[in-house]
């Protein structure tokens, strides 16, 4: 594959932006590859592009396996692996979303579970710590039943909703203003 300007920008940018995600930056760089070429690559066609060391390549496409963003495809007579990852961006977003929830949300959803827990059986009593990490709590659990019923929504009816934008809000209730006495 040859990499044109455009191609070679995105996908630098894609790796500077990947470190900044808490991704190595290789892993990325591979990623936006992967997602920019029309066919399945080797990781011999993937170093050479990105002129990287070929165990980094394979380092890098194991952390992508592990996300479940990067695929294996074999073709007959020939011993290599392809690689490719999915060209639609809602099916990235959507993955990467399930994958941070799987390792950080539900982890901290427990995590602030027990601290409440412990906060509030606390002597001396500490109402304040409790307040504040059960009202996180409350906040991470609502935000998990909201990506619960989003997750299962298709990527069409998703774009929809995100263009309708703020838009929405004229069908909310809006809230009563407090007076001021």
Same mark, same amino acid.
């Given at each position: 594959?040859?990499?044109?300007?455009?191609?070679? *920008?995105?996908?630098?940018?894609?790796?500077?932006?990947? /470190?900044?995600?808490?991704?190595? @930056?290789? #892993? =990325?760089?591979?990623? %936006?590859?992967?997602?920019?070429?029309?066919?399945?690559?080797?990781?011999?066609?993937?170093?050479?592009?990105?002129?990287?060391?070929?165990?980094?390549?394979?380092?890098s496409l194991k952390?992508?396996?592990?996300?479940?963003?990067?695929?294996?495809?074999?073709?007959?007579?020939?011993?290599?692996?392809?690689?490719?990852?999915?060209?639609?961006?809602?099916t990235l977003f959507?993955?990467?979303? *399930?994958?941070?929830?799987?390792?950080?949300?539900?982890? /901290?959803?427990?995590?602030?579970? @027990?601290? #409440? =827990?412990?906060?509030? %059986?606390?002597?001396?009593?500490?109402?304040?710590?409790?307040?504040?990490?059960?009202?996180?709590?409350?906040?991470?659990?609502?935000?998990?039943?909201?990506?619960?019923?989003?997750?299962?929504?298709?990527?069409?009816?998703?774009?929809?909703?995100?263009?309708i934008g703020s838009?929405?809000?004229?069908?909310?209730?809006?809230?009563?203003?407090?007076?001021?006495?």
């Amino acid at each position: 594959m040859v990499l044109s300007d455009p191609a070679r *920008e995105f996908i630098l940018h894609w790796g500077e932006m990947g /470190t900044r995600w808490g991704v190595n @930056r290789t #892993v =990325a760089q591979v990623h %936006a590859l992967l997602y920019l070429s029309p066919e399945p690559l080797t990781a011999e066609e993937i170093a050479e592009n990105l002129s990287v060391a070929r165990s980094n390549v394979s380092t890098s496409l194991k952390e992508l396996q592990n996300w479940d963003l990067v695929q294996t495809d074999s073709r007959i007579g020939d011993r290599r692996d392809y690689f490719r990852t999915s060209a639609d961006v809602w099916t990235l977003f959507l993955t990467v979303v *399930e994958q941070r929830v799987e390792r950080e949300i539900l982890p /901290t959803m427990k995590m602030l579970e @027990r601290c #409440v =827990a412990e906060a509030r %059986a606390a002597r001396p009593a500490q109402p304040v710590v409790a307040s504040r990490i059960a009202a996180m709590q409350v906040f991470l659990e609502e935000l998990h039943a909201w990506y619960l019923q989003i997750k299962k929504l298709p990527p069409a009816t998703l774009h929809s909703l995100i263009s309708i934008g703020s838009g929405i809000t004229r069908f909310l209730p809006r809230p009563r203003r407090r007076r001021l006495d």
